[in-house]
């Protein structure tokens, strides 16, 4: 508290000092800078930053504050303007958003769904104000001729698709976000000197270091461009006809369960639903050979390699990649929906929820197993988003001490570290027992296959 007092001390506004001061006597208050300054050193920064943002986020509701974050983005993405000055406000933007959905995700105002669906849409925002100004700024440098100036976006040929977690409106507090960037070499009138392909391939580095570089005002998004085809062979950015090419004839089965939760989330939006709709057949295969039937089982075999012994030791655990994690829920429906999902559309949604549901409502399912399985999720999932709220890190793994356990419990709301630890390894276990009985019948299957569903390489770091 001594910081929040010395750093309203410094503002030249007097309803700050007086708003600092009411919020530390409410009792209400008090419980929550305490629980935001004893848990989350990078809340904690974000509320001290910006004691005029902070003060109308204690005193408002943060719906109406999140979207009026998100409009001023939009309004800034085609201006003229130089890119660092877009840079600079996404920062800010960001440092914004954080604090907001992290109080409302603290005070119980805002659930899971609520939250990850508002981190989702700050991504989307952010990359749309980019492309928007990189298209702009290629329009007015003579190298492109867009169709709709006022509106560089549409009909631009250029297609941003959201993968992994960002496609399915899954995002976590400090997710990475995996894109593939494509364009529609036929539709885009070209008028640089070099090729569209050289355009492209400085269109995509452009807009990686605006979301990834770090600043003196941070980053907006860790982004990974390692999902498109061949990634060790092509550019960062490659034509529509190319991508096609490779997905009809060399296309795998992670790949395949990659594009489940692809989405256009950025650039000529229609492009990228026409994209995907080519590739309908390649994701939903009405019969799947042997082959591919063993390549799924044996992803599971593999995790299970992966995931160690045959005990949940809490202190230090992953709850992403460990037995009974996250990963192992969002497995169960993504292998469900590449088996039954070219014969029943149902079961083609791209969010875990969504998915569970589909496979109870078509009968693949029991209505009880994605019961449990939705409310483990849903708890390892806050879980997960306190652990990366506390440093702004990627992280998935428990504390390995008892007092940084105890730590945590508290940041879940949890009066007792144990009864936090012994609801946690309940919701594992039953991850685990349910998992455990998926594809149980295929243990003579050989042991070849892909571990990854995100990523070409054996990374188990990047797996869904």
């Not at 875990?352 to 109870?360: N, S």
């Not at 939705?374 to 702004?392: G, N, P, V």
């Not at 685990?432 to 019948?441: I, M, Q, R, T």
């Not at 042991?447 to 054996?458: I, K, P, Q, R």
Request: with cysteine.
């Amino acid at each position: 508290m001594r910081r929040w007092f010395e750093t309203a001390a410094r503002s030249d506004d007097p309803e700050i000092v007086e708003f600092a001061q009411e919020i530390a006597d409410d009792d209400r208050g008090a419980l929550l800078l305490n629980a935001v300054f004893g848990n989350s050193p990078f809340l904690g920064q974000c509320i001290l930053a910006d004691l005029s943002f902070t003060r109308r986020l204690f005193l408002s509701d943060p719906g109406p504050i999140f979207d009026e974050i998100l409009a001023g983005i939009a309004m800034e993405g085609d201006a003229s303007g130089a890119t660092e000055d877009r840079m600079r406000s996404l920062r800010i933007a960001r440092r914004r958003v954080a604090l907001t959905v992290g109080l409302a995700d603290i005070c119980g105002v805002w659930g899971l769904d609520k939250v990850t669906s508002a981190l989702s849409r700050f991504a989307e925002c952010a990359l749309s104000a980019t492309c928007a100004h990189l298209l702009a700024q290629a329009s007015r440098t003579g190298e492109l001729a867009l169709p709709y100036p006022d509106d560089p976006q549409r009909e631009s040929g250029l297609i941003i698709l959201g993968m992994g977690k960002l496609g399915a409106r899954e995002l976590n507090y400090s997710s990475d976000i995996d894109l593939i960037i494509l364009y529609e070499h036929d539709r885009i009138e070209y008028t640089g000197k070099a090729s569209i392909q050289q355009f492209f391939v400085r269109f995509a580095r452009g807009l990686v270091r605006i979301m990834d570089e770090r600043t003196q005002d941070g980053y907006v998004f860790r982004t990974d461009l390692r999902l498109r085809p061949d990634p060790g062979s092509t550019p960062p950015a490659i034509s529509t006809i190319a991508a096609e090419n490779y997905y009809e004839s060399t296309g795998q089965n992670w790949e395949r369960a990659a594009m489940i939760k692809a989405r256009p989330v950025a650039g000529d939006i229609a492009a990228g639903e026409r994209f995907l709709d080519h590739l309908r057949p390649f994701i939903w295969r009405k019969n799947l050979d042997f082959a591919a039937i063993q390549d799924i089982h044996s992803i599971k075999r593999q995790i299970n390699a992966h995931r160690g012994g045959a005990e949940i030791a809490l202190a230090g655990h992953n709850i992403k990649l460990g037995r009974g994690g996250i990963r192992e829920i969002e497995f169960f429906a993504q292998t469900q929906q590449l088996i039954w999902g070219g014969r029943e559309p149902g079961l083609r949604p791209r969010a875990t929820f969504e998915a569970l549901d589909g496979l109870v409502e078509m009968g693949r399912m029991d209505e009880a197993v994605s019961a449990d399985l939705k409310r483990a999720y849903e708890f390892l999932r806050r879980l997960e988003h306190r652990l990366q709220m506390i440093d702004d890190k990627q992280t998935h793994s428990l504390p390995e001490t008892d007092a940084g356990l105890a730590a945590i419990a508290a940041f879940m709301a949890y009066d007792d570290r144990e009864k936090f630890l012994a609801d946690l390894l309940t919701e594992m276990r039953t991850v685990e027992s349910h998992y455990a009985e998926l594809f149980e019948e295929s243990a003579d299957l050989g042991e070849s296959g892909n571990l990854v569903f995100t990523g070409a390489d054996d990374d188990p770091d990047t797996l869904v």
